[in-house]
């Protein structure tokens, strides 16, 4: 039973860990549509890449948007998306930003259309599944990225389109357009509108040096780049991926050894027995069979149990995923890598068991029937 | 037709006995014989497979044995003889059941035994379910016979199977072998000193082992 449970409780870590892994970096992945840059506010950069193009943590300030004219007609420059945060609905963001974002994401629409006026939304599949929000609904928005800040009851807005699920951020977003964010944020000044940050794409990957650094040093915004960031984020969570599955090696090793000593020891056990089964005709063959079967039983249970498990706590993280809405899971290759797992886990089990097998087989039946 | 061709046994280079030639029909009876410690149970254990001689052969209607490979040597033991063993052998975490159970496993046959029947004859029937650790030397005994003709062998093999019991079991056991014996049409092979099995049983054959040397 010990070596099942340690079984179980190694190939429940390894394949969280994977999934997590996998989902970690899938998300990441496919939440970034090919962005270059994100220009905002000063402050840390992975600040302003989670928060822009991931839409976890908050953002790092707001930027004029007048001062983000110079910066799109920056020769550097393919495209340019502005975004504005600041309101949420049931927790999703509400995002003001242009049609060019949808662009950006190759969305399409389930139903209705894209906003052409101010306090027209599309929301993401996601929110139209958990919010029950459709077509012609109104709903209003409370200030903040939480919900619990103030809300804006004097102007709702309207669902005017649903999109697609993408199985990127995409889908826990309610997109609107800048004047909307502005018509309740801001003054009637059209100097001093803000939004929180650019999304950029260049014209030439060669711009991914001078162009940051021009933003960095000659504007009081920043420049960051999602894919440096990112890659450190990964690095550093990556170590502790590592120290996890080092973890759940060990134990998996553990339980192989648990599985050799309790067949040995059964094996001892039932020496006496083993040769009496040989006498009534049993051959060596079948009770190499019947051992090795033994072991694979205690391997092949613990480490099927083992992936459920871990998928069940995958499955877990899903659905509070759902509701925390920080990380997006979509189509998951793992269970190729779950697989390679568990046969890899059940050849080395194969493997550990054939030692008491050949004990067994080696088998004198004379000699222990008479040392019995 | 069992034979037994020039069969021989070393012991680190010393030996046990040697020239050791037989041959029995069909349900003739054979009686080994001898001191102490001459090597009837390792004769015994060579005639059912169990232990290979240093010369010599052993056939079974043609089959030579020793020449079968090792698993098949297990495997006709299991289907054509059975053995009742000096200290019985059985598997004493097991009920009485499950080691009848087990040999008819160890046969590998679609035919159904009447294991019910068997456990009747032996008068275990009401003891089917107590582990074998828990019985008494006579039931042990008379378990060891029950198992050993579970599957109808031909020749069955018998190394002292009344010498710890009282007259009462040994003459049960002995009538008890005699009586399944002629049912299955065995041969039966014996090594007893007890003259109460000796005199029920009508030997066509006796080898006196130290006579053999």
Known sequence: ?????????????????????????DTFSKNNPGLDAVVGAKGSPLQLILSSIHHIDIPTGNISYQNTKEIIKHPAIKSAVPISLGDNFQNFRIVGTNKSFLKLYKADLISGTVWSQPMQTVIGYNVSKITKLKID??????????????????????????????????????????????????????????????LLKYKNKTSSFSFPRLINKGTNMQAASPSFEISKLLKLTGNAHRIVDYLSILIIILSFLGILFTLLNNINERKYDLAVLRTLGFSRWKLFSIILSEGMIISILGSTIGIICGYIIYESMYYFSIVGRSIEFGQLNFLNDL???????????????????????????RSTLLNS | MFICEDVSFNIDGQKLFSNINFNLKPQEDLLITGPSGIGKTTLLSILCGIQKPTTGKITYNSIDLYNLPENKIDEFRGKNLGVVFQNFNLINTFTVKQNLEIAVSAINTRKSIPLFNLLDKVGLANKSHIKVANLSIGEKQRLAVARAFVGDPKWVFCDEPTSSLDDKNANII????????????ASLVLITHDSRIQSLINFSKIIRLGEQL
């Open chain 1, 1 to 25: 039973m010990l070596s099942v449970f340690l079984m179980v409780v190694g190939i429940t870590i390894i394949t969280v860990s994977i999934l997590v892994n996998q989902v970690t970096k």
């Open chain 1, 137 to 198: 609904k109104f709903f209003v928005g409370s200030h903040g990225l939480i919900d619990t800040g103030d809300v804006h009851l004097e102007q709702p807005y309207k669902v005017v389109g649903v999109l697609k699920k993408t199985g990127t951020i995409l889908d826990n977003l309610i997109l609107t357009s800048l004047d909307s964010v502005w018509n309740l944020h801001s003054d009637t000044n059209k100097d001093r509108l803000e939004i929180t940050s650019l």
């Open chain 1, 339 to 365: 697989f390679l797992i568990w046969i890899i886990v059940n050849i080395i089990a194969f493997i550990t068991c054939l030692i008491p097998c050949i004990k067994v087989y080696k088998q004198n039946i």
């Open chain 2, 174 to 185: 002995a009538n008890l072998i005699k009586e399944e014996s002629l049912r299955c049409k």
